[in-house]
C-alpha cells in the first residue's frame, strides 16, 4: 500500500507524494485534474524495475491549494516536481508526463535540464493546449470564457449540479461520446477520475486551465538532448495527432509511437501496447535496472 507524504512545495504549499519500488527514479506527472488514474495499468510493470514516484498538483488529489489563488502555473507545478525530486534525495529522474503533465515535464526540463534522465510525453501538447483542442481552436475563443466565468462563478446551483453529475454513469457515457473509446475502457477504470473532478475546487480548476492554455514550452524542444518517447492517440481529439508530430520533428533524436485506436486516455486503453513500447525505449537507452521481468498476463 502506497504511503503518502508531504513536502513542503516552492512558495510554501505541502505537495502530497509518494515513493514505491526500487531502482532508477520515474516520476508521474498527471493530467489536469486527475490522481493517479491513469497509470494505474502501467504501474505495476514500472515497478518492476524502477522506482516510481507519484505525486499531486497543488489543490489536486491531497496536495494542498496554494494560498496565492494565482500560483496554478506551469511553472509553479514543475517548481514543485523539483521540491518532490530533493525530498526523495533523487538528482535525476526519467519525466513520464500525461496531458497538461506533458507541459509540466517540458518546463521542468528547461528550467532543471540536469535533473532530467528521459522524457515520455504522452497524449499532451507542449503548449497551448486549447488552441488545438478539437482539431481547430475554437474551444478558446467560444466556449472557454463561459466555462471559466461558470466555474469561477462561486453559483452554489452550478457547483451542486456539477457534483452530482460528475461521477455518474451519464458523464461516463458523454466522455465516451465526446473522446474515451469506450470500447476500450471500463466505467470502474474511468470512474476515478470522474469521482476526483466532481469534487475539486472548480475555480482553482479552471485557473489552472487559464494558466496551462497560457503556457508554452515550443522555444525550448530544440535544445532537449536527453531520450525522448512521444505518445500519441491516434483518435485523440483533446490532443490532435499532428501536434505530436509537430514536437517530434522539434525535439533531436526523439521517438514518436502513435497508438491505433487510442484516445486522450490511450494509457488506459491499451496499457499493454504502451508498457511494451516503453520497455524497448528503456533499453535502449540502458535506463532500467538490470534484473528479471514480470511475466505478463495472457489476460
Same mark, same amino acid.
Given at each position: 500500500?502506497?504511503?503518502?507524504?508531504?513536502?513542503? %512545495? &516552492?512558495?510554501?504549499?505541502?505537495?502530497?507524494?509518494?515513493?514505491?519500488?526500487?531502482?532508477?527514479?520515474? $516520476?508521474?506527472?498527471?493530467?489536469?485534474?486527475?490522481? !493517479?488514474?491513469?497509470?494505474?495499468?502501467?504501474?505495476?510493470?514500472?515497478?518492476?524495475?524502477?522506482?516510481?514516484?507519484?505525486?499531486?498538483?497543488?489543490? &489536486? %488529489?491531497?496536495?494542498?491549494?496554494?494560498?496565492?489563488?494565482?500560483?496554478?502555473?506551469?511553472?509553479?507545478?514543475? /517548481?514543485? *516536481? #523539483?521540491?518532490?525530486?530533493?525530498?526523495?534525495?533523487?538528482?535525476?529522474?526519467?519525466?513520464?508526463?500525461? /496531458?497538461?503533465? $506533458?507541459?509540466?515535464?517540458?518546463?521542468? !526540463?528547461?528550467?532543471?535540464?540536469?535533473?532530467?534522465?528521459?522524457?515520455?510525453?504522452?497524449?499532451?501538447?507542449?503548449?497551448?493546449?486549447?488552441?488545438?483542442?478539437?482539431?481547430?481552436?475554437?474551444?478558446? @475563443?467560444?466556449?472557454?470564457? *463561459?466555462?471559466?466565468?461558470?466555474?469561477?462563478?462561486?453559483?452554489?446551483?452550478?457547483?451542486?449540479?456539477?457534483?452530482?453529475?460528475?461521477?455518474?454513469? =451519464?458523464?461516463?457515457?458523454?466522455?465516451?461520446? *465526446?473522446?474515451?473509446?469506450?470500447? *476500450? $475502457?471500463?466505467?470502474?477504470? =474511468?470512474?476515478?477520475?470522474?469521482?476526483?473532478?466532481?469534487?475539486?475546487?472548480?475555480?482553482? =480548476?479552471?485557473?489552472?486551465?487559464?494558466?496551462?492554455?497560457?503556457?508554452? #514550452?515550443?522555444?525550448?524542444?530544440?535544445?532537449?538532448?536527453?531520450?525522448?518517447?512521444?505518445?500519441?492517440?491516434?483518435?485523440?481529439?483533446?490532443?490532435?495527432?499532428?501536434?505530436? !508530430?509537430?514536437? +517530434?520533428?522539434?525535439?533531436? %533524436?526523439? @521517438?514518436?509511437?502513435?497508438?491505433?485506436?487510442? /484516445?486522450?486516455? #490511450?494509457?488506459? @486503453?491499451?496499457?499493454?501496447?504502451?508498457?511494451?513500447?516503453?520497455?524497448?525505449?528503456? +533499453?535502449? +537507452?540502458?535506463?532500467?535496472?538490470?534484473?528479471?521481468?514480470?511475466?505478463?498476463?495472457?489476460?
Amino acid at each position: 500500500m502506497r504511503r503518502i507524504e508531504f513536502v513542503t %512545495g &516552492h512558495d510554501g504549499t505541502a505537495i502530497a507524494c509518494c515513493s514505491e519500488g526500487s531502482g532508477p527514479a520515474i $516520476v508521474l506527472c498527471d493530467g489536469i485534474g486527475c490522481d !493517479h488514474y491513469v497509470w494505474r495499468e502501467l504501474k505495476p510493470e514500472l515497478l518492476t524495475r524502477f522506482r516510481v514516484i507519484s505525486w499531486n498538483y497543488r489543490g &489536486h %488529489g491531497h496536495s494542498e491549494a496554494p494560498s496565492d489563488p494565482e500560483a496554478v502555473t506551469i511553472r509553479d507545478q514543475a /517548481s514543485d *516536481l #523539483a521540491c518532490v525530486l530533493d525530498h526523495f534525495q533523487e538528482e535525476q529522474a526519467i519525466l513520464i508526463g500525461h /496531458s497538461m503533465g $506533458v507541459q509540466v515535464i517540458y518546463e521542468f !526540463h528547461a528550467l532543471f535540464s540536469r535533473r532530467v534522465k528521459a522524457l515520455v510525453p504522452v497524449c499532451g501538447a507542449s503548449g497551448h493546449p486549447l488552441d488545438t483542442f478539437g482539431g481547430d481552436g475554437r474551444a478558446k @475563443e467560444r466556449l472557454f470564457p *463561459l466555462f471559466y466565468r461558470l466555474l469561477t462563478s462561486g453559483n452554489p446551483r452550478f457547483i451542486q449540479l456539477w457534483r452530482t453529475l460528475f461521477p455518474t454513469r =451519464f458523464a461516463f457515457q458523454l466522455a465516451c461520446f *465526446l473522446e474515451i473509446n469506450g470500447s *476500450l $475502457v471500463a466505467r470502474k477504470d =474511468f470512474a476515478p477520475y470522474l469521482e476526483h473532478m466532481g469534487n475539486m475546487d472548480l475555480g482553482l =480548476f479552471a485557473r489552472t486551465l487559464r494558466a496551462a492554455s497560457e503556457h508554452t #514550452a515550443d522555444p525550448f524542444l530544440e535544445a532537449i538532448r536527453v531520450p525522448t518517447l512521444i505518445f500519441a492517440g491516434e483518435r485523440d481529439g483533446f490532443t490532435p495527432v499532428e501536434v505530436s !508530430h509537430a514536437m +517530434h520533428r522539434k525535439i533531436p %533524436g526523439s @521517438e514518436l509511437c502513435v497508438i491505433p485506436g487510442g /484516445s486522450h486516455t #490511450a494509457p488506459i @486503453e491499451v496499457p499493454e501496447l504502451l508498457q511494451l513500447r516503453l520497455d524497448k525505449f528503456f +533499453h535502449d +537507452h540502458g535506463l532500467e535496472k538490470r534484473g528479471k521481468r514480470r511475466a505478463r498476463s495472457k489476460a
